[in-house]
């Protein structure tokens, strides 16, 4: 088993997450990936490769990803892939990908910043793969036989804590994190970046935590219930009837 993981390297304000008790700026999503790429790895065993693009400061937060069990990380740095929207960082890593042995790719829901989600899908279309969703804690149906077809799989939260052993702490020490500038990976300075986005970002704004715990629940028919969900959340034109709302 050779697993391709992505992973985003973000600003200070968006971490979220900590590695052997350290700050880590990866994507809380990303992380929930590695874990379960290290979970497989102990079933399947195999190796795991984790790629991200980034600036060269990234270099020390993907280094502590070795005590979680990744055999190899890749950091895609170049001055010409600043402001690089999700439309050129899905082909720069695609690129990458494809260069690389590898039976999957794995990837976080989505990164903690942006938030977009898109660049697992632009990957499996860039490279023709296979797309397969996984809920929290259902990564345990994956089965190494369905990934024949190679295919980009996206994870939600595993639910399960790893813990590195001490020759994985100890053999995190000293690994290199290897760079790829674009000159390796292949594509033109002209499209990346800034340059080569068609998407133009002015401002990011921090996501505000959900209490999933809460919500509202319609029961009935399919068709009667979507109807009263577009009611409630003002996205139709019907009068007021009354909804029989159930809330919980």
Request: proline share 2%.
């Amino acid at each position: 088993m050779n697993a391709i993981v992505c992973v985003k390297y973000q600003k200070k304000n968006y971490i979220k997450c900590k590695v052997l008790g350290y700050p880590c700026q990866i994507g809380s999503q990303d992380l929930e990936a590695v874990k379960v790429a290290c979970l497989l790895k102990s079933k399947y065993q195999g190796k795991i490769t984790v790629i991200s693009m980034g600036p060269e400061r990234a270099r020390k937060h993907l280094g502590l990803l070795y005590a979680l069990g990744v055999d190899e990380i890749i950091l895609l740095s170049d001055i010409v892939y600043a402001g690089s929207d999700t439309l050129v960082t899905s082909e720069i890593l695609s690129k990458m990908i494809s260069k690389l042995d590898h039976d999957f790719v794995l990837c976080g829901i989505k990164s903690d910043d942006s938030a977009t989600g898109q660049v697992p899908l632009q990957i499996s279309a860039r490279l023709n793969y296979g797309y397969k969703e996984y809920a929290e804690n259902r990564f345990e149906d994956f089965r190494l036989d369905s990934a024949k077809n190679k295919s980009v799989i996206v994870v939600g939260r595993c639910g399960s804590r790893t813990f590195p052993t001490l020759t994985e702490i100890k053999g995190a020490n000293g690994k290199e994190v290897f760079s790829w500038s674009n000159q390796e990976i292949g594509k033109n300075n002209e499209d990346c970046g800034i340059a080569g986005s068609p998407t133009k970002v002015k401002k990011l704004y921090k996501e505000k935590d959900i209490d999933r715990k809460r919500g509202v629940f319609w029961v009935g028919k399919v068709d009667d219930s979507v109807k009263r969900m577009l009611k409630y959340s003002g996205l139709s034109l019907w009068g007021k009837e009354d909804m029989d709302v159930k809330k919980g």
